[in-house]
């Protein structure tokens, strides 16, 4: 999909991780999670926000990897740091001492207001599926002013009601998926735009509540050709480890 | 001061007891662990923020009775399929958990290496984990704010990994160091391994030193981080992480491989031989 043809088409990763990357900007102070959200937020620092502040719960302020970690703690990330902190001073003086703006959240099952869950599928004394748990994510979510959450849409994750709640949605100001972009409006999950070829009724379908869909709904822009070559740089040493 | 692997383990880590091996992605004591499951101990209660391969192994081996965490899963992988069995199955054996958040359990390190009672935090607001775990709320003396309360951690024996120590036993560790302070200044007992003894511990920018008479053993293992690593001496092992996931997701392979590889092997040095070998093989 990019301008001149020759590129691979953008994935919904790509889509997703750029949608994200372009609501960080210079300055911004952002506690990263692995995967997406560290794809984001190093495109980001790439591109329009050379002076976004990586936050890695590991304890590295102002990471600025060469290529994307595969581990919150990987040895590059303490190498080019600002600082390296330990963990309980990682949440004690940075996260509650609210000197992050922005978090980046995942989840197995997110609800209308943006409330999350990454503990278990059914019941928690005998889960059908036993998740690997909150983390940081609790606190993450209500000590950041901007919750932003990376999750591909589907009735199995966008659910009516919760299995587990392991975190609050109410810092959440945007959720970014394969599909579209959802924002709360009085309080509600509301698509806002649509990804180039995905249609209102897809993202409806892929939502297991009535989706409350915004009366101008628009298309999200397709990434530059700036973007892609940044983001698939950065993917490279990824895709040797598969 | 340095003492066998072996020798520490043995005196020090008893059935029963309370055990946590920290190391933050980074230093992470598998040596340590592997002998814990070597020796066969047992009814142990674990505490790690993130149990990720190792206490896979020592939860797959029927080491432990209760597990008391933050993040159990295989980072950048996927689930920890050992965790899930003993959790959904109660295979090898039924493990009762003690779920926190990364928050709360740093505190409560915190706590317990200042021999406080408990932790404070903002935390644990809303949601369904309260209700699951031990956590309760305070109120601030001065300000009346409401506040969350973790009790302290303060276990028997505190393992972690570092990069060096001099022969007194000073250690000093550096890059990224979690909790592994805390978890030593917390805990009754405590066991560093360590990739390198030397003469004198040059002072480096950024390192932490923990002082001979606060560690109860110090032991000599080289590569004993992996498939962790230890910053300025070798990197971790991702492609390691990535195996896991197929050796651990059936209980034969996995018990074949912790026979091979741990049981099959005394030490450090027999097991980075073993892993080299089946390389070597395929």
């Given amino acids: 999909m990019s301008s001149d043809g020759s590129a691979p088409a953008v ?52 990471a600025k990897p060469s ?40 989840a197995a099952q997110i609800d209308r207001y943006g409330n999350l869950n990454s503990t278990v599928i059914g019941d928690y004394a005998h889960p059908e599926v036993r998740l690997p748990g909150g983390g940081g994510a609790p606190e993450i979510a209500l000590g950041v002013d901007d919750v932003f959450v990376l ?92 | 001061m340095l003492v066998p ?37 047992r009814d142990l209660t674990l505490i790690r923020m993130t149990p990720d391969v190792i206490y896979d192994q020592l939860l797959g081996m029927g080491c432990a009775r209760k597990l008391v965490f933050s993040w159990g899963g295989n980072p950048g992988v996927g689930s920890l399929h050992r965790l899930r069995d003993a959790v959904e199955h109660s295979w090898p054996l039924a493990l009762e958990i003690e779920e926190h958040s990364h928050a709360g359990m740093a505190a409560a390190y915190a706590a317990g290496a200042a021999k406080l009672p408990f932790g404070v935090l903002r935390g644990y607001r809303g949601g369904d984990l309260p209700a699951r775990t031990r956590v309760a709320t305070v109120t601030c003396p001065f300000t009346g704010e409401e506040l969350a309360a973790v009790p302290a951690l303060r276990p028997d024996v505190g393992i972690i990994h570092a990069q060096r120590a001099d022969r007194h036993g000073n250690v ?41 008479w606060v560690v109860d053993a110090v032991a000599l293992a080289p590569g004993g981080a992996h498939p962790s690593y230890a ?45 080299a070998a089946e390389a070597l093989a395929v």
């Avoid at chain 1, 889509?15 to 506690?31: N, S």
């Avoid at chain 2, 160091?177 to 920018?205: C, F, H, N, Y």
């Avoid at chain 2, 990535?242 to 912790?258: G, P, T």
């Fill in chain 2, 172 to 212: 000093q560790m550096w890059g990224i160091l979690g909790v592994q302070k805390e978890t030593v200044l917390a805990a009754s007992r405590s066991i560093v391994t360590v990739e390198e003894a030397v003469d004198e511990l040059e002072p480096r920018p950024g390192a932490a030193v923990l002082p001979a």
């Fill in chain 2, 5 to 41: 692997l072996q020798d520490a383990i043995a005196e020090l880590v008893h059935d029963g007891d309370v055990v946590a091996l920290e190391g933050f992605t980074h230093l992470i004591p598998h040596a340590a662990g592997h002998e814990i499951v070597r020796q066969q101990r």
């Fill in chain 1, 67 to 106: 290529e994307l970690p595969l581990s919150i703690g990987d040895g590059e990330l303490a190498d080019t740091a600002d600082a390296v902190v330990s963990v309980p001073e990682m949440f004690a003086y940075w996260l509650q001492g609210r000197r992050i703006d922005v978090g980046f959240l995942g």
């Fill in chain 1, 11 to 62: 994935s919904a990763d790509e889509m997703m991780a750029v949608e994200a990357a372009r609501r960080l900007h210079d300055g911004t102070v952002c506690f990263v999670g692995i995967g997406l959200p560290s794809l984001a937020a190093n495109l980001a620092r790439r591109t329009h926000a050379p002076g976004c502040v990586l936050v890695y719960e590991s304890g590295t302020i102002g």
């Fill in chain 2, 231 to 275: 910053h300025g001496y070798y990197q971790r092992d991702n492609s390691f992480y990535v195996a896991w996931d197929a050796i651990s997701r059936e209980r034969e392979r996995f018990l074949a491989w912790m026979r091979r590889h741990v049981l099959g092997t005394a030490d450090i040095g027999e097991y980075h031989a073993s892993l």
């Fill in chain 1, 151 to 242: 999750l591909r849409q589907s009735p199995r994750a966008f659910v009516e009601r919760l299995d587990f709640t392991t975190s609050l949605g109410d810092n959440v100001r945007v959720v970014v998926t394969d599909l579209g972009v959802l924002e709360p409006r009085e309080r509600e999950l509301t698509l806002v735009a649509v990804h180039p070829g995905v249609d209102v009724d897809k993202a409806r379908a892929a939502t297991g509540w009535n989706l409350a869909v915004a009366d101008d709904v628009r298309e999200t822009e397709p990434p530059t050709d700036l973007e892609l070559r940044a983001l698939r740089a950065l993917r490279t040493k990824g895709h040797e480890h598969g």
